[in-house]
C-alpha cells in the first residue's frame, strides 16, 4: 500500500534562503480582471547558482559517507541525472537549473520603504504609491526575505496595516482591547 510505498522513499534537498536573484511583477494592462505578468527569474543571479552547486555537492557527499550508503543499498534513484558530488560545477550547475523551484513563499513584490527609494512600490504605512486608497498588508510588503515561514510575519504585517487604518480614520490605535 502507499505506507510500504512510503518507506522506501527519501527526500532530500536545499533551499537557498537569502536568493540575490530577483524577478517581476506587472501590470498586463489597466483591467484588473487581467492576470499580471510575473516573471520569477529563478537563479539569473550567478552568487544564486555558486551557492544552489555548493549546496548540493555536500549534499551528494553527505549521501556517499558509508555511514549513510549502509542506509542506502539496493535503493534506486528516481532520476538517473542526479550527478555525483565529484561532478563539474558546469555539470551540476545544469542540473540545479534542471530541477530549481521555489518554496512558493512569494515576498518582497510590493516592498515598503522610504520616500525617493525607487524599488520600494509602498511607503512606510504600507499605501502604494501613486494610487489613492490602497494598501498592501501581506508579505509583498517585506524589504527582504526573512529566512523562515511567511506565515507569522504576515499576520504581523496585517495587524499593523489596521492600526495604521484605525489611526487614519478615527478609530482607536487600541482597538485589540475591546476584543
Known amino acids: 500500500g502507499v505506507v510500504d510505498l512510503l518507506s522506501e522513499v527519501f527526500i532530500l534537498g536545499t533551499v537557498n534562503n537569502h536568493p540575490m536573484s530577483r524577478g517581476t511583477v506587472k501590470l498586463r494592462s489597466a483591467n484588473p480582471y487581467e492576470r499580471p505578468l510575473v516573471d520569477v ?5 550567478p552568487s544564486d547558482v555558486e551557492a544552489a552547486v555548493e549546496s548540493v555537492r555536500r549534499m551528494l557527499k553527505i549521501l556517499e559517507e558509508p555511514d549513510m ?9 528516481a532520476d538517473a541525472s542526479v550527478p555525483s558530488a565529484d ?3 558546469a555539470v551540476i550547475g545544469n542540473f540545479v537549473r534542471s530541477r530549481a523551484t521555489s518554496t512558493w513563499h512569494y515576498s518582497c513584490t510590493t516592498r515598503m520603504g522610504p520616500e525617493g527609494d525607487s524599488s520600494c512600490v509602498c511607503d512606510p504605512r504600507a499605501r502604494v ?3 489613492s486608497n490602497l494598501r498592501i498588508a501581506d508579505a509583498g510588503l517585506m524589504p527582504l526575505v526573512v529566512s523562515g515561514n511567511t506565515n507569522a510575519p504576515s499576520i504581523m504585517i496585517g495587524d499593523r496595516v489596521g492600526y495604521f487604518l484605525a489611526e487614519e480614520h478615527g478609530g482607536s490605535a487600541s482597538i485589540r482591547s475591546s476584543l
Open 41 to 45: 527569474n529563478y537563479l539569473s543571479d
Open 129 to 131: 504609491r501613486g494610487v
Open 69 to 77: 550508503k549502509k542506509y542506502f543499498l539496493g535503493l534506486k534513484v
Open 87 to 89: 561532478a563539474s560545477d
